[in-house]
């Protein structure tokens, strides 16, 4: 059985901060890349950020630069989302998504394609 398990959604007033998990069951992480996505109410599933194999690179959107940071720990099988500065824009259900090892360890998709497995997502309510 192989799953994805978010955890660590709430709700957190604007200008705060939240960390997101998303740890792995039945396989390994080590092989794959590993994205945050996010779907507001009404709207379709966007990429957040994504972070390589390797580790060494991360993608992500516009909207979330300087705020959030994902990092992973393979000895641990989790990946995690740091969160700051939130704003109510940033409400969503967050789902951590894995892409398994296309050729190369550098490589940090957004696109919900390029995903093999999906957890079921954590609500993250941003609301004073």
């Known amino acids: 059985q192989l799953q994805l398990v978010e955890s660590g959604g709430g709700l957190v007033q604007p200008g705060g901060s939240l960390r997101l998990s998303c740890a792995a069951s039945?396989?390994?992480?080590?092989?794959?890349?590993i994205g945050w996505f996010r779907q507001a109410p009404g709207k379709e599933r966007e990429g957040v950020i994504c972070?390589?194999?390797?580790?060494?690179?991360?993608n992500y959107v516009d909207s979330v630069k300087g705020r959030f940071t994902i990092s992973r720990d393979n000895v641990k099988n989790t990946v995690y989302l740091e969160m700051n500065s939130l704003k109510p824009e940033d409400t969503a259900v967050y789902y951590c998504a894995a892409a398994y090892y296309s050729g190369s360890y550098s490589w940090a998709p957004l696109n919900d394609s390029d995903m093999d497995y999906w957890g079921k997502g954590t609500l993250v309510t941003v609301s004073s």
């Open positions: 039945g396989f390994t992480l080590d092989y794959y890349a």
């Open positions: 972070i390589s194999i390797s580790g060494g690179t991360t």
